[in-house]
């Protein structure tokens, strides 16, 4: 496994799912050789490096990437989110974002009187293409006849590819797929993407399928959160109901992401979907559970499902005698927390 702590709170988190996943390893009796890749704005502010291509290689030898977050003020935006992160997405072909939006007994969410049985679903975000594929550019820039195009890119296969894996998922759950769009205003990417769900859909007649547009899809999300089971959508509109997923389900400390290579050419990354909260560094009132969560997505995806399990279990566990889920009222700092996961993971 690679290790990229990154800047911010990146490193406190990191250190807390290790423990996490060192404790779940003794547990089962398996080993983890750990590399660790000092990645993100030091080594930017430092060298002018983002992620050499030797590092790339040598990160393509492992089996998986677990991942804290990059960015500080320092470094001006796009830096490293384009040439670390989503490169590391481009490259190693991660084209599923699986994002597990759960609300866990005892958290409290964003929306009154929530409850776990009423907000438990899957967003696969398209994780490779649409508007975050860096096709686009500028014409006559810095004059008033300035334009900027950014393009959302769409393919047959890399649709295809994320909805046959959210059909996938959604057989293995409650086998209802919702797929969100904007079909109504993008007519050529939304026919693309209705069009390939409908020919998917027919090699899974058990699925009951349906179609939200994103816009719409955030009022259910606030208000009907049971209505979704396994929802697949593209890049950007993934990565915005995503938040709001994090927010209805406890909060962004407790979100967990897994990029996934599902073909496993190369190897997936996983991270917590928060960034470094720069604001917050080395107070402890970072939550290392969506660091911890997405440790476990890691396991699983390296066939220690059992150990994915307990770790995940051991996580929910300690949320529920927490006060808030971040911040100073949490009633333990993110390494308190950190070692009452490893406890609960050896009980
Ligand atoms: C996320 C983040 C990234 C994204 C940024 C940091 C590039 O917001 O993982 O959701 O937009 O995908
Ligand atoms: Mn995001």
Request: glycine share 12%; proline share 5%; net charge negative.
């Amino acid at each position: 496994m690679a290790v990229i702590p990154g800047d911010g709170i990146g490193p406190e988190v990191i250190a807390c799912a290790l423990d996490a996943v060192e404790a779940a390893a003794r547990e089962f009796g398996f080993r983890v050789d750990l590399t660790d890749y000092d990645l993100g704005s030091g080594r930017y502010l430092a060298t002018g490096e983002v992620l050499p291509d030797s590092v790339v290689a040598e990160l393509a030898e492992h089996d998986a990437i677990l991942h804290g977050a990059v960015g500080t003020p320092e470094v001006p935006p796009g830096v490293l989110e384009r040439g670390l992160l989503l490169r590391l997405r481009f490259e190693f072909d991660m084209y599923v974002n699986f994002r597990p939006i759960k609300l866990y007994p005892g958290v409290s969410s964003a929306i009154t009187g929530l409850t776990p049985e009423r907000c438990d679903m899957e967003v696969m975000r398209e994780n490779t293409e649409g508007l975050y594929s860096g096709s686009g550019g500028f014409l006559h820039k810095g004059t008033d006849a300035e334009i900027a195009n950014q393009n959302s890119v769409n393919t047959r296969t890399g649709t295809e590819r994320i909805v046959r894996y959210a059909f996938e998922r959604a057989m293995r759950r409650d086998r209802r797929l919702t797929l969100c769009h904007k079909t109504n205003v993008l007519t050529f990417a939304g026919d693309l993407w209705q069009r390939t769900t409908d020919e998917v859909a027919a090699e899974y007649p058990q699925v009951e399928v349906d179609y939200v547009h994103v816009d719409a899809a955030c009022i259910h999300l606030i208000e009907s959160p049971e209505r979704f089971d396994v929802i697949v959508t593209d890049n950007m509109f993934g990565d915005i109901i995503t938040d709001l997923g994090g927010a209805i389900a406890g909060g962004i400390g407790l979100a967990a992401s897994g990029n996934l290579n599902p073909t496993g050419e190369y190897p997936s990354l996983f991270e917590p979907v928060h960034g470094t909260a720069p604001d917050i560094v080395g107070t402890g009132w970072a939550n290392p559970v969506a660091a911890v969560f997405s440790a476990a997505l890691c396991l699983e995806h390296l066939g220690e499902g059992e150990a994915a399990t307990m770790v995940e279990k051991a996580a929910a566990e300690v949320l529920l005698g927490l006060g808030a889920m971040a911040g100073p009222r949490m009633g333990a700092s993110t390494s308190e927390i950190g070692d009452r996961i490893v406890e609960a993971i050896g009980a």
